[in-house]
């Protein structure tokens, strides 16, 4: 397996805490690089803590949005950003587990070649404000037969 920032084991994993104290216990992050960190991260946890069970079309969005997903990278995440609807293992799939950790690697370097010159938003820029709803194809049938 590839090395992963959920692992700890990426080239650039240092940078995972470094930039830890721009993102809030919760809510909005006060700069634009803060909410980056924070879609970012959110992406790479519910893929690893979760199998994106979650809804993460904000962070997606909210990144792409600033061209910081590459339209492959795009192409890979958004079928999964409603809540895992695939029987499959998300772990095996290959171009899967590289599309998150590219995007944060993209993130993280973005925010480091910031120098620290970061964009103030005083919490007002939400990565959850670019939630999409989600496409009927993806929607479960609430109709159980238990």
């Not at 809030?24 to 069970?53: H, K």
């Not at 958004?78 to 290959?94: L, V």
């Not at 993280?108 to 620290?116: F, S, V």
């Amino acid at each position: 397996m590839e090395p992963n920032f959920w692992k700890g084991d990426h080239p650039n994993n240092h940078l995972v805490k470094e930039f830890e104290p721009l993102m809030p216990p919760s809510g909005a992050a006060d700069t634009l690089e803060g909410e980056f960190y924070r879609a970012a991260i959110r992406l790479v946890y519910d893929c690893y803590n979760n199998g994106f069970c979650n809804d993460n079309s904000g962070a997606l969005e909210f990144l792409t949005e600033h061209d910081l997903v590459t339209v492959r990278q795009y192409q890979t995440l958004e079928p999964y950003m409603w809540g895992a609807r695939f029987s499959e293992d998300i772990f095996e799939n290959a171009m899967l587990m590289e599309a998150v950790n590219a995007v944060c690697d993209r993130v993280l370097c973005h925010i480091r070649d910031q120098a620290g010159d970061y964009t103030q938003t005083s919490g007002a820029v939400d990565m959850w404000d670019w939630t999409r709803p989600e496409p009927e194809e993806f929607k479960y049938d609430d109709d159980y037969d238990y």
